[in-house]
């Protein structure tokens, strides 16, 4: 199953798979929760809801799409949190990371439930200041991916309408 990150469904929308330009993408995300292939996180909706756009709309009418965090996730708040804290993050950064954040919880989740995190972020090894989803995926054994990725996968076929004249 595959985990979506908040910056998947925003870079989404502002960007290469906008509401208006390509609901197909919508429709296959609805269809794939449905098949349980995809789903994100509470925090995630939380996140998506503090808006007022469509993203936010469909968030709040997607509810079931964003699982709570459950019993078996937070067996693995201690392993992430002695991995950052083993690094030479910040201490502003460990405290955003490990303080309820959305990006702790999902790679959490991730490891109870051995989902693949789709995420827009790139590995930064080096980074100090902010702890990034693939350093984390990549030291705990956590797979993750990127959208394109997850769509190739997945088989999806996101098809273009002919224009009305």
Sequence with gaps: MYLIDANVLIEAKNRYYA?????GFWGWLDAAHRNQSVCSIEAVHTELTAG?????DWARNNS???HPIDQGTTRHFGALTRWAQSRAFTPAALTGFTSNHADFLLIAYAMEHQHTLITHERPRPNARSKIFIP???????VKFSDTFRMLRE????????TPRP
């Design 135 to 141: 350093d984390a995926c990549l030291d705990l054994d």
């Design 154 to 161: 997945s088989g999806a076929r996101l098809e273009l309408a």
């Design 19 to 23: 509401f208006d330009i390509a609901p």
């Design 52 to 56: 007022n756009d469509e993203l936010a």
């Design 64 to 66: 079931s799409f964003f």
